[in-house]
């Protein structure tokens, strides 16, 4: 394992002790870099789970999942070794990994620190696909999973949205406005995201000026969570991984581990419809725990403590 001081631009500092490292990709994976970014927290020799989230996750899950990856969380680090990574993704944005490519990738830096086979992955979103993905194509290497808010493929909805999003980060690479179009396909995410619940509850609607291009509550709300994205995302780097999530497929009838799915009732992205389908039709041993939630695809981050209680007895 070749332990490297450089770190994710994005990133400030690491929690949970966790010591980052880079791992060579294999050479199928060359198209998407050398290599990976990871990080490990935790005692050696303790049962690992793999940690994984969104698109805009990284290789510190104690920093982006308080609530679930910390000390006396699911995921803790003075119980188990805590394994993250950065997802692989085109640096021009041209080109999608599949889940099951990140899968291959979180294989390699298993094989570069000597595990076999983990103990658990715990993944939310695209972490969630990523996960289901390792347990189709690796099914030896993994005994549990654990998936929040993630199904067997995307819902169409969902990919339409997607698209949009992508069109208008193309259209601001093409003319110099590309952090602009990140903003604007945040603030549609974020629509996606929550629920219209939480924003009744939050904002007043309409528009008080003449001006055709005034800020809305609403609309400022979203042009503040488009900034905070832009410092943790690249445009290119979330037109492949954006469209990745829209590459995603597992066949449920290849995961023989014991998974338990999490979602949320109000989830746009993920309907509860498409989690009670992958329930049924995985090959373990399935249960499935839907949440009410004002946030919608959001829950795993905002409902935290809720998620890692129903985690904890799972991985015991």
Known sequence: MELSSVQTRFIAQP?????????????????????????????????LIVVLGGISAHRFPCDWWPGVAGEGCAADPTRFRILGIDFIADRRGRRAPTTADQAAAIAAVLDAIGVERAFAFVGASYGGMTALAFGQHYPDRVER????????????????????????????????????????????????????DE????????????????HS??????RARGKAFR???????????????DRHRIDPAAIPQPVLLIGAETDQLVPPEQLRALRDDLAGAARLALLP?????????????????????FLQ
Do not use: W
């Not at 997607?162 to 093409?174: C, D, Y």
């Not at 509550?217 to 979203?222: A, D, I, K, R, S």
């Not at 959001?298 to 007895?313: H, Q, R, Y």
């Open 15 to 47: 929690s949970c002790a966790a010591l980052p490292f880079e791992v060579a990709l294999p050479p199928a994976l060359a198209r998407f870099g050398d290599g990976i970014g990871a990080s490990l927290a935790g005692p050696e020799g303790a049962p």
């Open 145 to 196: 999973i654990v998936a929040v808010s993630a199904g067997a493929e995307p819902h169409p909805a969902s990919t339409a949205v997607r698209e949009l999003q992508r069109r208008v980060v193309a259209l601001g690479l093409k003319n110099g406005e590309a952090d602009e179009a990140l903003s604007i396909a945040r603030g549609l995410a974020m629509l996606t995201y929550r629920t219209p």
């Open 231 to 245: 410092r943790v995302m690249t445009p290119e780097r979330f037109l492949s991984l954006s469209a990745s999530i």
């Open 217 to 222: 509550e609403p609309g400022t709300y979203l």
């Open 199 to 214: 924003f009744a509850a939050r904002f007043a609607g309409g528009i008080g000026e003449e001006d055709a291009l005034c």
């Open 293 to 313: 939630s004002l946030y919608g695809h959001d829950m795993f981050l905002k409902e935290a403590a809720a998620v890692s209680a129903l985690i904890v007895p």
